[in-house]
């Protein structure tokens, strides 16, 4: 394939259009916020003149607020801890609920073995990163809860990856939302609660107390949910040799907490600057098409609903590059193989070939590795799509994911431009050649 340079990426432009959308977090899907990020995503696009511009409308998605949560020790000792409800979880009875804790690791069947989860409330180690050895599930895209929900488990508590006194924690709910409610605390207080239990990090192996003391929390949850539609905005520039086959640049517009710069702002802006610099150009000979879809954070909802409403003119996606997490972190990836819906999927390596001969044209770096959860790509993969996926902030010491601190400020505008003229070259590369695509 011949590489097609063409410089067209404005950094600060990028960059505006990430504190545009940053200042409507939390996008969650079917939100409000999210609606008028959908507006402003829908407007740029039109605004070229030059696209062919329309909204799909997904099937039902949760529609979820947090008004409250709380949690408390109340046994050993009294001691309020932090916490905010995690994304799509229910409510506990308007007075709470009091419960054993219980420690179930990471959630691996193993972990569970010799627990009593009924009546309990579930403490989990966070997934690991960088590697395929977590679990997920069908609807539960970054933990499998089918034991603690079928068991009778009273609630779920998750912590952070990192010291720090800030809060993330894993995605839990699916399109439908999350059976049980949910909270998630500081990497300090989850130790904390493991020590309490005398499951934490210091005690060596084999070493463990004759008699535990009991571990009782009570925990409120307030939440409202029901169920609504959202949008994927779609934006066409349509081939002329062989228009039926596609190339698509895809990102998710919703995030799950805090103003979701860098997840996933960053990458829906790279996505409006490409399109952007795109219509300028002659037409190509294949379409090129704009994606940025809803739900991702949801299981990758809108992106599913992409997929299901190509029918089988899907097999007509002759590539897909999905971008997530592409503001801020320390080098510039490609994805191989990551998790989704319990399974390992791997990305198409003949794309990744393409991109990285790109990305290397160019005169940048980019370099392959595993993921631990799939984004946008999972449906695209599952589907047979050949597809790609750059990201960036996956360093394991990347504090600001799924977190009230991803915020504009911590967005390198350069990085956004590179990330921008890989994708315009990639796209049209892959647009105007006549060679047969692979897999």
């Given at each position: ?46 605004s070229t003149g030059r696209l062919k511009v329309h909204l799909q409308k997904t099937e039902p998605i949760v529609n979820w607020r947090e008004i409250d949560s709380r949690l408390r020790v109340v046994e050993p000792i009294e001691q309020e801890l ?40 579930v403490i989990h180690d966070p997934p690991h990163a960088r590697t395929l050895d977590n679990r997920c599930g069908e609807g539960q895209p970054q933990r499998d809860l089918r034991r603690v929900i079928q068991e009778g488990s009273k609630g779920l ?283």
């Amino acid at each position: 394939m011949q590489v097609q340079f063409h410089n067209g990426i404005i950094a600060d432009e990028v960059t505006r259009h990430v504190e545009e959308l940053a200042a409507l977090g939390p996008r969650h899907s079917t939100s409000e916020n999210e609606r008028k990020a959908i507006s402003y995503i829908e407007e740029k696009l039109r605004s070229t003149g030059r696209l062919k511009v329309h909204l799909q409308k997904t099937e039902p998605i949760v529609n979820w607020r947090e008004i409250d949560s709380r949690l408390r020790v109340v046994e050993p000792i009294e001691q309020e801890l932090t916490c905010r409800a995690i994304l799509g979880c229910s409510s506990t009875p308007s007075k709470g609920v009091i419960a054993k804790l219980v420690y179930g690791g990471r959630g691996f069947p193993e972990d569970y073995e010799s627990l009593d989860l009924a009546e309990s409330i579930v403490i989990h180690d966070p997934p690991h990163a960088r590697t395929l050895d977590n679990r997920c599930g069908e609807g539960q895209p970054q933990r499998d809860l089918r034991r603690v929900i079928q068991e009778g488990s009273k609630g779920l508590i998750e912590y952070a990856r990192l010291p720090g006194r800030f809060i993330q924690a894993p995605l839990l709910a699916g399109r439908e939302g999350l059976s049980l409610p949910a909270v998630s605390i500081t990497y300090q207080d989850g130790l904390f609660l493991k020590e309490l239990l005398q499951e934490w990090y210091a005690v060596p192996n084999g070493i463990t107390a004759h008699e535990k003391s009991p571990v009782r929390l009570w925990m409120m949850v307030k939440t409202e949910t029901k169920m609504a539609n959202s949008y994927n905005v779609i934006a066409t520039k349509e081939g002329t040799t062989l228009p039926e086959e596609k190339i698509l640049l895809v990102a998710h517009h919703d995030n799950a907490f805090g103003p979701g710069a860098c997840d996933n702002a960053s990458a829906t802006a790279v996505l409006l600057e490409v399109a952007k610099a795109v219509s300028l150009l002659p037409l190509p000979k294949k379409t090129i098409e704009f994606v940025s879809v809803t739900g991702e954070e949801y299981g990758q909802a809108g992106s599913s609903d992409y997929v299901k409403g190509c029918g089988g003119s899907i097999s007509n996606v002759k590539a897909c590059v999905v971008l997530d997490l592409v503001g801020s972190g320390d080098k510039y990836y490609y994805i191989t193989k990551s998790l989704y819906e319990g399974k390992v999927i791997e990305n198409s390596s003949w794309l990744n070939s393409v991109l990285e001969e790109v990305t290397h044209s160019l005169g940048f770096s980019i370099e392959p590795t595993i993921l631990e959860f799939a984004s946008d790509d999972g449906p695209f993969i599952k589907a047979g799509v050949p597809t790609s996926y750059i990201c960036r902030c996956i360093s394991k010491s990347w504090p600001w994911l799924h977190a009230n601190e991803d915020t504009p400020d911590i967005i390198d505008p350069n990085a956004l431009k590179v990330v921008g003229e890989i994708c315009i070259n990639t796209l049209l590369t892959l647009a105007n050649s006549e060679e047969r695509m692979g897999v």
